[in-house]
């Protein structure tokens, strides 16, 4: 089991950047498929990005392609996002997940943190 606590949300203007921080909690982080994922009020909750246990491959959602480097440090038990060019549309709550399984879809993630507000003033 691990616990996954975020950090690093808050308001930036449009054009600005933040970096999401994603702590986890265990021995045995590196065994983990690492997302991100965001909810908008009155939207459901959509892939943002995800990383393999070892970092080698990542991916993201076309809506973010360019903006955003999802990245790891097994060492340090941490996932991180970074986001660049931020955008109005990019408003949401930001929840980072671990997964044991597969990677592209959401229900195979078991393990989500409590999220943290990013809100992107244009």
């Known amino acids: 089991q691990v616990q996954l606590v975020e950090s690093g949300g808050g308001l930036v203007q449009a054009g600005g950047s933040l970096r999401l921080s994603c702590a986890a909690s265990g021995r045995t982080f590196s065994s983990y498929n690492m997302g991100w994922f965001r909810q908008a009020p009155g939207k459901e909750r959509e892939f943002v990005a995800a990383?393999?246990?070892?970092?080698?491959?990542?991916y993201y959602a076309d809506s973010v392609k360019g903006r955003f480097t999802i990245s790891r440090d097994n060492a340090k038990n941490t996932v991180y996002l970074q986001m660049n060019s931020l955008k109005s549309e990019d408003t949401a709550v930001y929840y980072c997940?671990?997964?044991?399984?597969?990677?592209?879809?959401?229900?195979?993630?078991?393990?989500w943190g409590q999220g943290t507000q990013v809100t992107v003033s244009s």
């Open positions: 990383i393999t246990r070892s970092g080698g491959s990542r």
């Open positions: 997940a671990a997964s044991l399984r597969g990677i592209g879809v959401i229900r195979e993630y078991d393990y």
